[in-house]
């Protein structure tokens, strides 16, 4: 009778390194990490809502977002919220099923980074301009 | 004796089933729909007067979609966040501890940006 081993050395799958980078692997990534930064992110967002309530805190937190830290800070935020968004769109097509076959994969991955950078770009010019 | 297919009988292995499936998948649908409008709001808000951002926030309807945004994010975020802990930390006094703060976390947040929403509401 073979003896049970209390610990069996098994065969483990190769790590990351071992793949060739693709598409899909780096919006994966990219989604987790978004997600996290957006995690980190309720911060900022709560810290304004509370300035909000008055308005003197409320200008000291507009001159920080207004200057050019301030505002590449939120650039990115919105980035990770539009990447996040459509990143999830994308796991909810997946959900249903399609979306996966060779292909259309690496479509919905390149359409998540495109997409949500030209959204980025165009709720900025949005902005921008009816700031005036 | 527990046999592997007793194991995964019923709620599976993690006792919880699909729970943790359906809330992501519904708070992620709440979230895309609260974030377009909330993205389109704070774009006629950015650099408006304190007055008008405060008229704003304080409208009812205003104010409720950003409740209900608040509950759906914290929700999101502490399932998500969830799921990286599990992920990457391995040691059980480790996970044990960072999925507790994961969950106040995200209610100190919920709360505090609840508040916030709220005193501006009532005018406070």
Do not use: C
């Amino acid at each position: 009778m073979i003896e049970p081993k209390s610990h069996v050395e098994r065969p483990l799958s190769p790590h990351l390194q071992i793949y060739r980078l693709t598409i899909t692997m780096v919006m994966s990534i990219v989604h987790r990490a978004t997600g996290a930064a957006l995690y980190a992110g309720t911060i900022l967002f709560v810290w304004w809502l509370f300035a909000a309530g008055n308005p003197r805190r409320f200008e000291t937190i507009n001159a920080f977002l207004g200057s050019w830290f301030g505002r590449l800070i939120l650039f990115g935020y919105t980035w990770a919220l539009l990447h996040h968004l459509l990143g999830g769109v994308r796991h909810l097509i997946w959900d249903t099923g399609r979306g996966m076959e060779p292909g259309e994969r690496e479509f919905l991955a390149w359409a998540t980074l495109i997409g949500s950078g030209t959204l980025t770009v165009l709720v900025w010019l949005l902005a921008l301009m009816l700031r005036g | 004796m527990r046999t592997l297919r007793h194991r995964v009988r019923g709620l599976g292995p993690a006792h919880s089933g699909t729970g943790h499936f359906w809330l992501q998948r519904t708070t992620a649908i709440a979230n895309a729909a609260l974030v377009i409008y909330f993205v389109f709001l704070f774009v006629t808000l950015a650099g408006r007067s304190h007055a008008a951002v405060v008229a704003t926030i304080g409208q009812p309807v205003v104010a409720i979609l950003l409740l209900a945004a608040i509950l759906s994010i914290v929700v999101h975020m502490r399932v998500g966040m969830q799921v990286i802990i599990e992920d990457y930390v391995h040691g059980e006094a480790a996970k044990v501890t960072l999925l507790l703060a994961n969950t106040f976390f995200a209610i100190a947040v919920g709360l505090a940006a609840a508040f916030a929403v709220l005193r501006i509401s009532f005018g406070l």
